[in-house]
């Protein structure tokens, strides 16, 4: 596991921009990915990146909005937010798992960071 610190996330209004930072403690060559959690749901995929970082996977409703990307030289994965709707709000996580590949589902991943509310008003 790496410990995983986010930044960045608050309130925005609609069409607006936020730009999460996610910092691991130590260099790793995993992959990571954001996930999205609105009350009472799931905790889903938004975007994900592998350690290379040559290959991105974003969800549908996300896509042409939201960009993952990545430095490894600051052990850090980056999610741009941008044309906000209501619908994003969630509280959104950061996770990194071993191996090259982007996992889709939670249970992929064995690094969480804190999680932090994004909020966009109407």
């Known amino acids: 596991q790496v410990q995983l610190v986010e930044s960045g996330g608050g309130l925005v209004q609609a069409g607006g921009s936020l730009r999460r930072s996610c910092a691991a403690a130590?260099?790793?060559?995993?992959?990571y990915a954001w996930f999205g959690q609105a009350p009472g749901q799931e905790r889903n995929i938004v975007a994900g990146?592998?350690?290379?970082?040559?290959?991105?996977y974003y969800a549908a409703s996300v896509k042409g909005r939201f960009t993952i990307s990545r430095d490894n030289a600051k052990n850090t994965a980056y999610l741009q937010m941008n044309s906000l709707k209501p619908e994003d709000t969630a509280v959104y996580y950061c996770?990194?798992?071993?191996?090259?590949?982007?996992?889709?589902?939670?249970?992929?991943?064995?690094?969480w960071g804190q999680g932090t509310q994004v909020t966009v008003s109407s």
């Open positions: 130590e260099r790793t060559f995993s992959s």
């Open positions: 996770a990194a798992r071993s191996g090259p590949r982007i996992g889709l589902n939670r249970d992929a991943y064995n690094s």
């Open positions: 990146i592998n350690s290379s970082g040559d290959n991105t």
